[in-house]
Every structure is written in structure tokens, then in C-alpha cells.
């Protein structure tokens, strides 16, 4: 017998108080660790989604709406722009790469994207990748003869169920232009896991005032500049034209941080509440426990056990209680996050709550230092005690 | 003879802190010396410093005046916890309501006792208890909790673990007062024996006849103790 093994016995000895207590404890760590896993995942998918290009040229409004509605999709997308600024562009020495983007309606909720193949294509910059797991990519057709082919993402074929070869369309008035399925993406954890791509000729081909226009519409273009220090003179271009607009989506991804930021600080108010609890938690247990046992921690001490070693079975049975709360709120955590993902998911955020964060182990043992510092008083109570006072005969 | 006692006190007096008044002397005694391997049984009167004076033997707590020798150790000197473990390896402790750890088995009760003391190699420790409560007639009792025990059963558990480190010295308080008549001196027997066989010195706190029957010696504690002496005669 060790103190270690007789604290385990006394956990055991109360079997639904200790998993009672347990249970509190994996409840309010898996509130800390979801709540973190999911900020961190949220930001990590605002910056995987975003950083791939420099530039997000649209039209006149909200440079926040802008990058929403184009780049995660979960705002309204802004007002058109003409075409045109995507063939000026496209013909920039300063750019690289230039992708047009049409943001049109939602088939079952799942974004209509047009675009051409630079879209997908695999430049050296770039973070994400995109690759088939079935079909093949939508052909760059000419406005002429739009071939009305889709490649879906991942997420949005899995939901809807949609197979290569399989014609879809939304509305009534769309039956006349059913796309074809072409080709599904690979999961790539981000928004584009639940969009429906295709040609921007498809895209004008569908929309009955875009195919009577001379000059076709856009949402926005995307641009990538050849030197970053030709960054802030393209910007300015576009800034001064009455037309476009220009947005650093690093700039409004710190404009949205920032006010996650605020959501942050009151939700770690709410988790300093809950360390506090389960504090609380772990302390009532305890000392309802040794409070309890004041007899037999007597007649241990009679039997002749040092007063440091009652002190550590009560010390060891706090930690034992917050090691299991702990291990169990960190997987719990998990699964929350995982289940929160899915919901924050469909509204165009994408997170990865698998990922292993290195702050866990900061908190497992954060939650075992704070489990033992609440068993010190009842601890402290077992080391007091009296011997001769308990071991009185009952009555 | 006091070179030969395994217990030897000598002018030990105990009171009790009261607020705001004086002391309260509960055990005023001259002089108390007992043979090894004797067994002695005290008797007296409730409230007569029976348990006071077993507490005081085995350093559960310390007399207001006066020297407790137990095997030539004067406990009285020691540090608490050199007390403590000078108690976990000399002396054995049955209580009259076995005070049994009721998380632990039978088997984990007795070796409770050895985890307190260096006595026992801890590889042993199990062969060991499981050996005692089998002497006691507990071999089939081995993983049962106090609670899943008989009221003898759980004693005799406790008298095992009182033998766990093999200690010179047994104490007893009442052992069989919560135990029937029956139970209790089939109880009395078993414990009498062991500590016979194993030469034990015994001090028993008892009113049974058959305790009484088998000691080498009998004390009445209103004839030790002289504030009981006193308060009896007033």
C-alpha cells in the first residue's frame, strides 16, 4: 500500500461522488478548452482563407462585406463590377495573377462560384491547394458557348449528394440551365469546401440581364501582385476610381479579430468563472469527504501514520479527482468543438478541432495544480486532526 | 522488575485544558510497570481514564507530567512524528468499534497498518496479511469490505491489523463491547491466543470474564488512578 493507492481506493469507496465531482470538472474544462479550440479555429480559418492573395478588388461599399461575401461567403456579396476592370488588370505588368469572381445564388444553401482555372491553379504562394477526388476541372469555355459545368466542393457534394454527371439547377426558372457535375474537390478546410464552382460564361449564360449585357458583370477580382512594393500603388489605383475598391484582406481580418477580441475578453471572464467553480467543486467534495472520515483518519494516525501522510492522501485524492476531470474535459473539449465546427460550418467558417493546441497541457496542469489547491484546506483539516477527540467511542 | 517491563510509567498525571477555568485531571497515576508477554486487563468505571491511559501508552497523546517508557523508549521525549512511527512499528491498537477503513478490504486494512511502518518489505506486505487473517479464521474474508463483514469479523480484522508490524506491545480498548456474548468470547479467545503464542505484552481494557479469567493480572483503575481514588471516595 502507498498513499497513492489508498487515496485511489477512498475515489473509488465513493464511486458517485467522485464521478460526480469528476464529471463538473471535465464539464467546465471542455467549456475552456471547445471555447479556445474554436476561437483558434475560427481565426486559423479567417487566415488559411484569406492570405492567399494580397488584393480583393469590388465595388464601392463595405471593405468587411466585400471580403465576407467573396472570400468566406458569409455576407451578402457586394454590387457588381464590370469585367473589364479584370481585363486591365489581368493585363497589369505589376500583377501576376488575377482571378475574376462572380458570386451568384445558392443551390441548397451551397454558394454558386464562377470563376475561371486560375482559381485552382497550384502557384508556388500559395497555402491552399486543390485537388479532384473525382471528375475533372470545368474547361475555361468562351463566353459563346457556355458549357455549364460544376465541380462542387467537398462539403457541398457530400450534403447534396450530387455525382459526377448528375444536372442540378435551383428554381424553375433555372431548368433551362442545368449544371453538370464535372468534377468533386478534396476537403480543403475552408469555404470553398461549400461552394459550386463553374464557368463565368456559365454564370452569365444563366443570368438572363448578364447575357443581354456587352459588357459581362463580376463580384470582384482577386489579385496577387508580381513585387510586394507594387502592392500599395495598385491599391491606391483602385481606391481613386469611382467604380472599385480596393481591400487588404489582412486589414479586415484584423478588423474582425479585433472585434472578436472583445467577444474573447468576456469569454474568458466566463471561463475564469468556471475555474472558480470548479474549484469550488473539488473543495466541497473534498471536504464534505475528509470531514467525513475524520475517524478513520484518527484511527489512521493511531495505527501510526504521520500527520504529512493523511495530509497526502487528501492531496492525492484532490489531484486524482482533477487529473481524471482534466483528461476527460480535454477529449470532451474536443468533441465539442468538433460538434460546434460542424454547426459554425454551415455558415461558411471551417475549423479543425483535431488539431492539437499547445495550450492543453498548460491546461491539464493548470487543472490539477488548481484540483490540489482546492484539497490544501481539507487537507490541512486531515493533518489537524485530532486523534485522541475522534477515536472517542460512539454512543 | 522495571528493568524487565515492557511498559513502565512513573508519576504520569493528564489533565485537560478547560476555558476559563482550571485544568481538568483526568489520571493521576503513581506508578505502572507490565512484564513482557504479560497480559494485564484494566478495568474501572466509565469516565475512569481507561482510554486516557491507553492513549497515553501509545503516545496518542502526551501526559501533563510524568515518564511512559515502553521497551526502554521514553516516549514522552520523542518528536511527534518520531512518535508516530515509534507507535507504527511497538504498538498494536484494537479499539472497541474496530474503526475499520471502509473504502478498504480486509486485506488492505491490515496492510494499511504495515504502510505506516518500515517493518515490512511492501512486496510482503500482502503475503503477510493475508497470512494474519487467515490465522484468524478470515481466509475466505480476504477481499471483503468492512461493510460486507460480520461485526466479529470486522474485529478480528482489526486484531490483525493491530499484529501487522508485529508489534511488542497490544493494546485493547473493549474490544468486545459492540459484539454479542457469543461472538465476543470467541473473539476474546482467538485474540487471547495469538497474543500468547506470540508472546505479546497485552494491556486489555475489559469487563468480560473470560478476559478477566485469562489474565496474569487484573487492575482496577479506581485503585491506579489516584483522581479517580479521589473523586470516588468524595
Given at each position: 500500500m502507498?498513499?497513492?493507492t489508498?487515496a485511489l481506493k477512498y ?6 461522488a467522485?464521478?460526480l465531482?469528476a464529471v463538473s470538472i471535465a464539464?467546465?474544462?471542455?467549456l475552456?478548452?471547445a471555447s ?16 492567399d492573395y494580397?488584393?480583393?478588388v469590388g ?8 471580403v465576407?461575401g467573396?472570400v468566406f461567403r458569409?455576407?451578402l456579396?457586394?454590387p ?5 476592370i ?6 497589369d505588368?505589376r500583377?501576376e495573377t488575377a482571378?475574376?469572381?462572380g458570386?451568384g445564388?445558392a443551390?441548397?444553401?451551397?454558394r ?7 482559381y485552382?491553379?497550384?502557384f508556388p504562394?500559395?497555402?491552399k ?9 470545368f474547361?475555361?469555355?468562351p463566353?459563346s458557348?457556355?458549357a455549364?459545368?460544376a465541380?462542387?466542393g ?5 450534403s447534396?449528394?450530387?455525382?459526377i454527371?448528375?444536372r442540378f ?5 433555372m431548368a433551362e440551365?442545368?449544371?453538370t457535375v464535372?468534377g ?5 478546410h475552408s469555404?470553398d469546401?461549400r461552394?459550386i464552382?463553374f464557368?463565368l ?9 448578364a ?7 463580376l463580384t ?6 508580381k513585387r510586394?512594393s ?15 475598391q ?6 479586415v481580418l484584423?478588423t474582425?479579430?479585433?472585434m472578436m477580441?472583445?467577444?474573447e475578453?468576456v469569454?474568458?471572464m466566463?471561463?475564469?468563472i468556471?475555474g472558480?467553480?470548479?474549484?469550488l467543486?473539488?473543495?466541497?467534495a473534498?471536504?464534505?469527504?475528509t ?8 484511527t489512521?494516525r493511531?495505527l501510526g501514520?504521520?500527520?504529512a501522510?493523511?495530509f497526502?492522501i487528501i ?11 482534466g483528461?476527460?474535459g480535454?477529449?470532451a ?5 468538433y460538434?460546434?465546427?460542424?454547426v ?5 467558417l ?10 492543453e497541457?498548460?491546461v491539464?496542469v ?16 486531515a ?12 454512543s | 522488575m522495571?528493568?524487565q517491563s515492557?511498559v513502565l510509567?512513573r508519576e504520569v498525571k493528564k489533565a485537560?485544558p478547560?476555558?476559563?477555568r482550571q485544568?481538568?485531571e ?7 510497570a507490565l512484564p513482557?508477554g504479560?497480559?494485564t ?5 466509565s469516565?475512569s ?6 492513549n497515553?501508552i501509545a503516545?496518542?497523546t502526551v501526559p501533563?507530567a510524568?515518564t511512559?517508557r515502553?521497551g ?9 512524528a518520531r ?10 491498537y484494537v479499539f472497541?468499534?474496530f474503526?475499520?477503513?471502509?473504502a ?5 486494512n491490515?496492510?494499511l497498518?504495515?504502510?505506516?511502518a518500515?517493518?515490512v518489505p511492501?512486496?510482503e506486505?500482502?503475503?503477510?496479511a493475508?497470512d494474519l487473517l487467515t490465522?484468524l479464521g478470515?481466509s475466505?474474508?480476504?477481499?471483503h469490505?468492512?461493510?460486507q ?6 474485529q478480528r480484522v482489526?486484531i490483525a491489523?493491530?499484529l501487522a508490524?508485529s508489534?511488542?506491545?497490544?493494546l485493547?480498548?473493549e474490544?468486545?463491547?459492540s459484539?454479542?456474548?457469543k461472538?465476543a468470547?470467541?473473539?476474546l479467545?482467538?485474540?487471547l491466543?495469538v497474543?500468547r503464542?506470540?508472546k ?13 479469567g485469562?489474565?496474569d ?6 485503585e ?8 470516588g471516595s468524595a
Amino acid at each position: 500500500m502507498t498513499i497513492l493507492t489508498v487515496a485511489l481506493k477512498y475515489l473509488r469507496g465513493r464511486l458517485v461522488a467522485t464521478t460526480l465531482t469528476a464529471v463538473s470538472i471535465a464539464l467546465g474544462v471542455s467549456l475552456v478548452v471547445a471555447s479556445v479550440l474554436l476561437a483558434r479555429g475560427i481565426k486559423d480559418g479567417f487566415i488559411a482563407g484569406a492570405t492567399d492573395y494580397n488584393l480583393v478588388v469590388g465595388a464601392k461599399g463595405s471593405p468587411t462585406q466585400l471580403v465576407l461575401g467573396v472570400v468566406f461567403r458569409m455576407d451578402l456579396a457586394t454590387p457588381n463590377i464590370e469585367d473589364t476592370i479584370y481585363q486591365s488588370l489581368h493585363q497589369d505588368p505589376r500583377v501576376e495573377t488575377a482571378v475574376p469572381i462572380g458570386v451568384g445564388d445558392a443551390f441548397r444553401g451551397f454558394r454558386y462560384v464562377a470563376t475561371n482555372s486560375a482559381y485552382f491553379a497550384a502557384f508556388p504562394w500559395r497555402r491552399k491547394t486543390f485537388a479532384l477526388a473525382a471528375g475533372k476541372f470545368f474547361a475555361d469555355d468562351p463566353p459563346s458557348e457556355p458549357a455549364y459545368e460544376a465541380v462542387l466542393g467537398a462539403e457541398a457534394a457530400r450534403s447534396t449528394g450530387l455525382q459526377i454527371g448528375d444536372r442540378f439547377y435551383e428554381g424553375e426558372e433555372m431548368a433551362e440551365y442545368p449544371l453538370t457535375v464535372v468534377g468533386i474537390l478534396r476537403p480543403t478546410h475552408s469555404a470553398d469546401d461549400r461552394a459550386i464552382f463553374f464557368s463565368l460564361p456559365s454564370y452569365w449564360g444563366m443570368n438572363e440581364v448578364a447575357r443581354g449585357m456587352a459588357v459581362k458583370p463580376l463580384t470582384a477580382v482577386l489579385i496577387r501582385p508580381k513585387r510586394m512594393s507594387d502592392l500599395p500603388s495598385l491599391n491606391r489605383e483602385l481606391n481613386i476610381s469611382a467604380d472599385t475598391q480596393a481591400v487588404l484582406p489582412s486589414a479586415v481580418l484584423l478588423t474582425i479579430f479585433n472585434m472578436m477580441a472583445v467577444a474573447e475578453n468576456v469569454l474568458k471572464m466566463i471561463l475564469a468563472i468556471v475555474g472558480i467553480i470548479v474549484l469550488l467543486y473539488v473543495f466541497v467534495a473534498m471536504y464534505s469527504a475528509t470531514m467525513e472520515r475524520r475517524r478513520e483518519i484518527a484511527t489512521m494516525r493511531a495505527l501510526g501514520a504521520r500527520r504529512a501522510t493523511v495530509f497526502g492522501i487528501i492531496l492525492a485524492e484532490s489531484a486524482g479527482l482533477a487529473t481524471v476531470g482534466g483528461v476527460v474535459g480535454l477529449l470532451a473539449g474536443h468533441a465539442i468543438a468538433y460538434l460546434a465546427g460542424l454547426v459554425l460550418g454551415q455558415s461558411g467558417l471551417v475549423t479543425n478541432p483535431f488539431l492539437f493546441n499547445p495550450f492543453e497541457p498548460v491546461v491539464l496542469v493548470s487543472v490539477i495544480l488548481l484540483g490540489t489547491l482546492a484539497g490544501l484546506l481539507p487537507a490541512v483539516l486531515a493533518y489537524r486532526t485530532e486523534v485522541a477527540e475522534n477515536l472517542a467511542p460512539l454512543s | 522488575m522495571s528493568e524487565q517491563s515492557a511498559v513502565l510509567l512513573r508519576e504520569v498525571k493528564k489533565a485537560f485544558p478547560l476555558h476559563g477555568r482550571q485544568a481538568l485531571e483526568v489520571l493521576d497515576l503513581e506508578h505502572l510497570a507490565l512484564p513482557a508477554g504479560s497480559c494485564t486487563v484494566l478495568r474501572g468505571r466509565s469516565g475512569s481514564g481507561k482510554t486516557t491511559l491507553l492513549n497515553l501508552i501509545a503516545g496518542v497523546t502526551v501526559p501533563t507530567a510524568g515518564t511512559i517508557r515502553i521497551g526502554g523508549t521514553d516516549v514522552v521525549a520523542l518528536s511527534e512524528a518520531r512518535r508516530d512511527r515509534f507507535r507504527a512499528e511497538n504498538v498494536g491498537y484494537v479499539f472497541q468499534t474496530f474503526n475499520l477503513v471502509a473504502a478498504l478490504s480486509a486485506l488492505e486494512n491490515v496492510s494499511l497498518a504495515m504502510m505506516f511502518a518500515s517493518v515490512v518489505p511492501q512486496r510482503e506486505q500482502r503475503r503477510r496479511a493475508g497470512d494474519l487473517l487467515t490465522r484468524l479464521g478470515l481466509s475466505e474474508r480476504l477481499a471483503h469490505k468492512p461493510a460486507q463483514l460480520s461485526r466479529g469479523e470486522q474485529q478480528r480484522v482489526a486484531i490483525a491489523r493491530a499484529l501487522a508490524n508485529s508489534p511488542p506491545l497490544v493494546l485493547a480498548d473493549e474490544p468486545c463491547a459492540s459484539l454479542d456474548a457469543k461472538t465476543a468470547d470467541e473473539v476474546l479467545a482467538i485474540f487471547l491466543a495469538v497474543c500468547r503464542q506470540d508472546k505479546k505484552t497485552l494491556l486489555l481494557v475489559s469487563h468480560d470474564e473470560a478476559a478477566l479469567g485469562g489474565a496474569d493480572r487484573v487492575i482496577d483503575m479506581a485503585e491506579l488512578n489516584r483522581t479517580e481514588a479521589s473523586s470516588g471516595s468524595a
